[in-house]
């Protein structure tokens, strides 16, 4: 079974400056989607960012990017510039290409604070 | 398009009693699935529907636990003799029959048993 490690329970950044989450996920697949996920308060899940294991470029969206290494099996998420809003629950997630179903494996969470 | 809508919002049940959540998913998407959150954790999946059918309930208890997705209606989670263990957000998320989409969340159930 996979298995998705997020060892940074809570993580604070000061506005405008640049902050990474970590995570690893452990799986014996070679083809799979792994996705970060942004919960604020209001308690809606939102994606952030989707990378696919075939693709070695990293995904980027506006002020989001991650760094893919297959082979380490890590999919961190850096956050540039960051804004108030961007303080959350983020959740790494990953998707199995090959199973029947493709069920959402999350990780645990890191809380995310930003500072004025 | 008036995304995942789940409802109620909020539940609050009393020990014993029956809850029922209810799940409607975005218009064009066969595909639901139901995951469970408890405080300060991830999300786990419980189950994955298609209309008429349950396609895998691995995340499922096997007891007082019951999902349906009817040809007509919204998907439904129901828990039988809820106790306090159940008290949880439950999420319902859609998906086309695209497999490389990502899935679209509603904004949760949050069931309180008392």
């Known amino acids: 079974a996979q298995t998705v490690t997020q060892s940074q329970p809570e993580m604070s950044v000061q506005e405008a400056e640049t902050v990474t989450l970590s995570c690893t996920y452990d799986?014996?697949?070679?083809?799979?989607?792994l996705f970060w996920y942004k919960q604020p308060p209001s308690r809606q899940m939102i994606l952030v960012i989707r990378?696919?294991?075939?693709?070695?470029q990293n995904a980027t969206e506006n002020r989001f990017s991650v760094n893919f290494q297959k082979a380490a099996k890590s999919f961190s998420l850096k956050i540039s510039d960051s804004q108030l809003g961007d303080a959350a629950m983020y959740f790494c997630a990953y998707r199995s290409a090959e199973e029947y179903g493709n069920k959402l494996v999350f990780g645990a969470g890191t809380i995310l604070r930003v500072k004025s | 398009n008036a995304g995942v809508m789940q409802n109620p919002r909020h539940l609050v049940r009393r020990r014993g009693q029956e809850a029922r959540l209810r799940c409607s998913p975005m218009?064009?998407?066969?595909?639901v699935y139901w995951y469970r959150q408890l405080p300060e954790e991830g999300l786990k999946f419980m189950v994955y529907?298609?209309?008429?059918?349950?396609?895998?309930e691995s995340g499922m208890p096997k007891e007082r636990f019951s999902a349906e997705f009817p040809k007509e209606g919204p998907s439904i989670l129901r828990i039988q003799q809820v106790v306090r263990g159940d008290s949880a957000a439950y999420f319902c998320a859609s998906s086309p029959q695209v497999r490389t989409h990502g899935y679209t969340f509603g904004s949760g159930t949050r069931l309180t048993v008392v």
């Open positions: 990378q696919e294991a075939y693709k070695q």
């Open positions: 799986t014996s697949e070679s083809d799979y989607y």
């Open positions: 529907l298609q209309k008429e059918n349950i396609i895998d």
């Open positions: 218009k064009g998407h066969s595909h």
